[in-house]
Nanobody, 120 residues
Framework: QVQLVESGGGLVQPGGSLRLSCAAS????????MGWYRQAPGKQRELVAS???????NYADSVKGRFTISSDNAKNTVYLQMNFLKIEDTAVYYC??????????????WGQGTQVTVSS
């Protein structure tokens, strides 16, 4: 049973920083990629950033230059350093892990979500 445990959300003022962490456990296959998504009230869930096992990264345009994703493959853990936070970054942030069960076939797993609130 795959579990993704997130931590690091909270309340921060505009311009502040937060660091999210997500540790995956219980999988028997290799992780192909991990990432962070977010969902604000009344909006669809969107990709924030992702990183492959090989270290390739992808960012939403809205967070480029402010957020940095990194990972520790040995610990199956992904991090999201969020700097210069804006009010519009307020959302529930979800960790995602893609396990490669067959060549070219992945299964998605999700964390429970952690609230990030940016407010003065």
């Amino acid at each position: 049973q795959v579990q993704l445990v997130e931590s690091g959300g909270g309340l921060v003022q505009p311009g502040g920083s937060l660091r999210l962490s997500c540790a995956a456990s219980g999988g028997i296959y290799n992780i192909h990629a991990m990432g962070w998504y977010r969902q604000a009230p009344g909006k669809q869930r969107e990709l924030v950033a992702s990183i492959t096992r090989g270290g390739s990264t992808n960012y939403a345009d809205s967070v480029k230059g402010r957020f940095t994703i990194s990972s520790d493959n040995a610990k199956n853990t992904v991090y999201l350093q969020m700097n210069f936070l804006k009010i519009e970054d307020t959302a529930v942030y979800y960790c995602n892990a893609q396990y490669e069960v067959l060549a070219g076939t992945v299964l998605d797993y999700w964390g429970q979500g952690t609230q990030v609130t940016v407010s003065s």
